[in-house]
């Protein structure tokens, strides 16, 4: 129990596929969620029996905000909807997200991958399906959005008044919500356990940056993540997650050295996984690239070639 009126059904690990934590705000109509899960069965009935042990029911959710149209938050969406018709609260920019899941794809930046080219060990990467591989994992499903949220916005939860802070970088769309009045502050994959994968069409490292250092601003008390157990020394959470995402900056600067590299070597230097040099390491290359380019450190040559400046 958080704050009196906050209880959590917390995974017991941290580490992809894991489902994300689900929040359960009550008030009086109802109860209200933030998030829902994997779109596993056992996920859907685990929650279930979470509201069950509250003294509620699926019929007293009429409301679901989500943090951002992965499968780990939003999967279970489907079985949801089967039972209830909930307002669902979404940022501009994951409603279409949500709406038609293969759109996914791009905001995962899986084109990057493509740069890898192909061969008999790696087929042709021009079918890889981000869904398909959430499918026995961590299953994704739609859902059309009741109402939409953006930065700034105010949301009542019970006694509870969250400030919508747009925190883009996982995810185009991705949002925090914090109280000001309780210091709560809802981090969703931004800060947590581990760090989170971001991508250029999602954000990128400027966009995760940035919005780090709108949450350092916050007074918040209490970081309640999607993974992972509740934070009590919230501006040190987000200071590591900053000083994680810098360090790859450091060490990408470090490994070009004095000789220019292409991109797909670049990314093996860093990332000696083979999987790893299909998602995430080309997108969190791309991302750091960007902002590298943007402040004048390194340099794309016209033969591909990326040095420092």
């Given at each position: 129990?958080?704050?009196?009126?906050?209880?959590?059904?917390?995974?017991?690990?941290?580490?992809?596929?894991?489902?994300?934590?689900?929040?359960?705000?009550?008030?009086?109509?109802?109860?209200?969620?933030i998030?829902?899960?994997?779109?596993?069965?056992?996920?859907?009935?685990?929650?279930?029996?979470?509201?069950?042990?509250?003294?509620?029911?699926?019929?007293?959710?009429?409301?679901?905000?989500?943090?951002?149209?992965?499968?780990?938050?939003?999967?279970?969406?489907?079985?949801?909807?089967q039972?209830?018709?909930?307002?669902?609260?979404?940022?501009?920019?994951?409603?279409?997200?949500?709406?038609?899941?293969?759109?996914?794809?791009?905001?995962?930046?899986?084109?990057?991958?493509?740069?890898?080219?192909?061969?008999?060990?790696?087929?042709?990467?021009?079918?890889?399906?981000?869904?398909?591989?959430?499918?026995?994992l961590?299953?994704?499903?739609?859902?059309?959005?009741?109402?939409?949220?953006?930065?700034?916005?105010?949301?009542?939860?019970?006694?509870?008044?969250?400030?919508?802070?747009?925190?883009?970088?996982?995810?185009?769309?991705?949002?925090?919500?914090?109280?000001?009045?309780?210091?709560?502050?809802f981090?969703?994959?931004?800060?947590?356990?581990?760090?989170?994968?971001?991508?250029?069409?999602?954000?990128?490292?400027?966009?995760?940056?940035?919005?780090l250092?709108?949450?350092?601003?916050?007074?918040?008390?209490?970081?309640?993540?999607?993974?992972?157990?509740?934070?009590?020394?919230?501006?040190?959470?987000?200071?590591?997650?900053?000083?994680?995402?810098?360090?790859?900056?450091?060490?990408?600067?470090?490994?070009?050295?004095?000789?220019?590299?292409?991109?797909?070597?670049l990314?093996?230097?860093?990332?000696?996984?083979?999987?790893?040099?299909?998602?995430?390491?080309?997108?969190?290359?791309?991302?750091?690239?960007?902002?590298?380019?943007q402040?004048?450190?390194?340099?794309?040559?016209?033969?591909?070639?990326i040095r420092?400046?």
């Amino acid at each position: 129990m958080i704050s009196g009126e906050i209880k959590v059904m917390r995974e017991e690990s941290h580490m992809w596929p894991a489902s994300a934590n689900v929040f359960l705000v009550r008030d009086r109509d109802g109860a209200i969620l933030i998030d829902v899960g994997c779109g596993k069965e056992e996920k859907f009935n685990t929650l279930k029996n979470f509201l069950n042990n509250e003294g509620l029911s699926l019929r007293d959710v009429h409301t679901i905000v989500i943090s951002h149209a992965h499968p780990d938050h939003m999967g279970a969406m489907g079985f949801l909807l089967q039972e209830i018709s909930p307002r669902i609260y979404l940022h501009d920019f994951e409603i279409p997200l949500a709406a038609d899941p293969q759109l996914l794809n791009q905001t995962f930046d899986y084109n990057l991958a493509k740069r890898r080219g192909s061969s008999e060990s790696n087929p042709s990467l021009e079918n890889i399906n981000v869904l398909d591989y959430f499918a026995g994992l961590c299953p994704m499903s739609s859902s059309h959005a009741t109402n939409a949220m953006t930065d700034g916005d105010t949301l009542c939860m019970g006694k509870f008044r969250f400030h919508v802070i747009h925190t883009p970088g996982h995810a185009p769309g991705h949002v925090s919500l914090f109280d000001p009045d309780s210091g709560v502050l809802f981090t969703g994959d931004v800060v947590g356990k581990v760090v989170a994968w971001y991508s250029p069409s999602s954000g990128g490292a400027i966009g995760y940056l940035n919005g780090l250092e709108r949450l350092a601003k916050l007074n918040a008390r209490i970081i309640l993540p999607s993974h992972g157990e509740n934070i009590v020394m919230a501006r040190e959470a987000i200071e590591r997650t900053k000083a994680h995402i810098l360090q790859l900056e450091s060490l990408i600067l470090q490994t070009l050295g004095d000789r220019p590299l292409s991109f797909m070597d670049l990314c093996g230097k860093l990332y000696p996984k083979p999987t790893v040099q299909l998602f995430p390491g080309p997108q969190l290359l791309e991302s750091h690239l960007i902002k590298l380019e943007q402040e004048g450190k390194v340099i794309r040559q016209e033969d591909g070639l990326i040095r420092k400046r």
